[in-house]
């Protein structure tokens, strides 16, 4: 009896020791593991009968930390979720209000990108690893000489929808290109992509943007193509070189309507307070009246910018709010994207929500306006409560030396606002 007992114990010790266990650790399973290295992300926005692709490179660092590259720009995201059950995960944007929704196959993702800030709004995407290559056929080519560094752009054009813009590139002897377009309402951020003989093709994802263009160099040496955002957007463009072409001044483009003489306003901050130029903190000081969107990167940047300038001119009296305009008009969901924002970016000054983001709504709230044209829109009023100067758009980083034109104009006049 005793020997059978003994063999019943090792025999039941041998089963345990060789089940599996029930505690799941994912850094323990490789299918669960996100492969480390570089990656090739597109997201299909054609069909079966016109397959087309908006594709960006990015680097897994490990399994909660993944960097998107857009030329200079390097976005990093450190908020994803994990489902141990089929191996599926998430990945939310920062400050965006996006996601992708995988399964993990390895070295293989399939799912899709979802965009909040738009109804039903979501992409098929797929990765690879291992694959640095934005497009493919970017090589060195006769091509690469010939193409100038700015060219004055008109979007839509032959239509009344056309508008201006001044397109900036940098091309390597690689025949990779980086840069971006700038409009009178702001740029399209940081583009990369290349040179395939006579094709340019350069994208783009910050979470918000998913932006494709493409174009031929034709005879004359011109550039004809078109743009692509996301699967709801697509325009033609048209280019020629030219180093003098100038937009609409910024200065110029939103001003006071006849009848008014200064801005007015009192709208709710994230705590549920009420902010107003009249309030004492704002008595006899210069402040800066930012118009932005939770959902808009020109007004990320600006706002990088804004945060710096604040920091460094506070203590000398300057002030800033941000009248936040969301495109659901939503006074939780304004709090939920405002305090994201403002933890993400250390925004230290007032963050106030003025409504709907459309701008025929917005203008309302400030009836004063001739209208709002852009998403950033930056005013700035004196000591006394006079607009000294309205700045429609924003000239944003990936624009590099008009970007340094604009922040040193803005400090200057800065400056001078605190020194009356």
């Not at 939310?92 to 995988?102: A, D, I, N, R, T």
């Not at 932005?292 to 460094?312: A, I």
């Not at 009836?367 to 700045?391: C, Q, W």
Request: with cysteine; proline share 5%.
């Amino acid at each position: 009896m005793k020997h059978f007992l003994y063999f019943m114990a090792c025999l039941l010790l041998g089963f345990y020791a060789c089940s599996p266990s029930t505690t799941t650790n994912i850094d323990s399973q490789s299918i669960a593991r996100l492969t480390e290295g570089l990656w090739r992300g597109v997201l299909n926005i054609g069909n079966d009968t016109n397959p087309l692709e908006i594709p960006f490179n990015f680097e897994v660092v490990n399994n909660q930390k993944i960097v998107i590259h857009n030329g200079d720009e390097h976005i990093e995201v450190t908020d994803i979720n994990y489902n141990e059950k089929d191996n599926s995960f998430s990945i939310k944007m920062p400050v965006f209000g996006s996601e992708f929704k995988l399964v993990n196959h390895q070295n293989r993702w399939e799912g899709e990108w979802h965009n909040y800030n738009k109804k039903d709004y979501k992409i098929p995407f797929k990765a690879v690893n291992d694959n640095p290559v934005r497009f493919q056929g970017v090589s060195a080519s006769k091509t690469a000489a010939q193409f100038k560094k700015r060219w004055k752009v008109t979007f839509s054009p032959d239509t009344e929808d056309n508008y201006p813009a001044i397109g900036l590139f940098n091309v390597l002897e690689d025949g990779t290109v980086t840069g971006t377009f700038l409009t009178e309402t702001g740029d399209y951020r940081y583009l990369e992509g290349g040179l395939n003989g006579k094709e340019l093709s350069l994208s783009c994802f910050d979470g918000a943007h998913a932006f494709l263009f493409k174009a031929t160099i034709q005879e004359d040496g011109s550039l004809k193509g078109d743009f692509w955002s996301g699967k709801h957007w697509h325009e033609p463009w048209i280019a020629s070189p030219n180093d003098s072409f100038e937009l609409a001044p910024m200065d110029k483009l939103t001003y006071l309507k006849k009848g008014y003489d200064k801005l007015v306003f009192s709208f709710p901050t994230i705590n549920g307070d009420t902010v107003s130029l009249d309030d004492a903190r704002f008595e006899g000081k210069p402040t800066i009246v930012q118009i932005t969107g939770s959902w808009c990167p020109n007004c990320m940047d600006e706002t990088r910018f804004l945060v710096d300038v604040y920091k460094e001119y506070k203590s000398k009296g300057l002030e800033i709010i941000a009248i936040d305009y969301e495109v659901v008009n939503d006074f939780k969901i304004f709090q939920k994207n405002a305090t994201r924002i403002k933890e993400h970016l250390g925004i230290e000054y007032p963050i106030v929500f003025g409504g709907p983001a459309k701008k025929s709504e917005a203008v309302k709230t400030l009836p004063m306006l001739n209208h709002i044209l852009s998403y950033p829109t930056a005013i700035f009023i004196d000591k006394n409560g006079k607009i000294r100067e309205i700045h429609t758009g924003f000239s944003g980083p990936g624009t590099g030396d008009l970007y340094q034109e604009y922040v040193d104009k803005t400090i200057t006049l800065v400056e001078q606002l605190i020194a009356e």
